[in-house]
């Protein structure tokens, strides 16, 4: 005689349901070429199931095919930050579909360099919603999901505009300046229950494909340490990750050796 489909379902079910109540998420907004990919890549070699998002999946597809050829688990997501009903969605289909998220890292850019005379409503409109828009949305929608568990990660990465405003960068500094505030207000309201904020400044100039081609000289400086490697960036968002409650960091700042501050 066949099986009953209903003595076949539960057991699927009840096996699908243990392996989300095992499995750990780690969802990395913005996992570019460099920092964001490496981040993704440490999680994982931890054993998180890792979900990356760009605003187009396709330029995903690289650091899937690396990741999944060392035997991780990865899913790509093409999503706009920006969007507050794409964000809600992504968060609903990762908790549904995948495995509860256990950390979160904001790392969208949005660093441009504009004369304040040259700087239009538009340029300033894009780069607030991407870095302190996009960093809100993001953050809120990972509070409701980790809240109810009373643990989890939100991490944001922040740039040297986020302490201070440099010539020609009024619109990046303004948004780094409000997402390291929404970082701070964050970690106040949600430390107490149980959920880490940190926010990473990252002041010089990181090991990426960009830098080389537009700052060659300061490029050259990588055969002295002198420019950040996304693997260290990564290793420092594990460890905070990581870290115990009774001696969580809220702001950690990382710069090469020979970085003027």
């Known amino acids: 005689m066949g099986r009953d489909k209903n003595e076949k379902q539960q057991p699927d079910d009840e096996l699908r349901t243990l392996k989300l109540r095992l499995t750990k998420v780690a969802l990395i907004v913005g ?4 920092t964001g990919g490496a981040i993704a890549r440490r999680f994982a070699r931890e054993g998180y199931v ?13 650091l899937v095919e690396q990741m999944r050829a060392s035997g991780a688990e990865v899913h790509a997501f093409g999503s706009d930050a920006r969007d507050e009903q794409a964000v809600s969605t992504l968060f609903q289909h990762i908790e549904q579909e995948i495995a509860p998220i256990e950390v979160v890292v904001f790392n969208i850019g949005a660093n441009v360099r504009f004369g304040i005379t040259e700087t239009t409503e538009r340029v300033y409109r894009k780069v607030w919603e991407q870095a302190a828009l996009g960093g809100f949305l993001v953050g809120r929608e990972a509070a409701r999901v980790m809240l109810p568990r009373g643990h989890g990660s939100i991490l944001f990465t922040g740039a040297t505009a986020s302490l201070r405003g440099g010539s020609g960068f009024s619109a990046f500094a303004g948004a780094k300046h409000a997402l390291r505030a929404l970082a701070q ?12 904020v940190a926010h990473v400044v990252i002041d010089g100039a990181i090991d990426t494909a960009w830098i080389q081609t537009n700052f060659p000289e300061r490029y050259k400086l990588k055969d002295r340490d002198g420019i950040v490697s996304p693997d260290a960036i990564a290793d420092s968002y594990w ?15 990382l710069r090469p050796w020979i970085e003027p501050w």
């Open 31 to 34: 996992a570019g070429d460099a």
């Open 50 to 62: 890792t979900c990356v998002t760009r605003r187009f999946v396709e330029h995903l597809e690289p």
């Open 185 to 196: 207000s964050m970690a106040r309201e949600l430390g107490p229950q149980g959920i880490h």
């Open 239 to 253: 460890m905070l990750h990581q870290q115990p409650r009774n001696a969580w960091t809220h702001e950690l700042d």
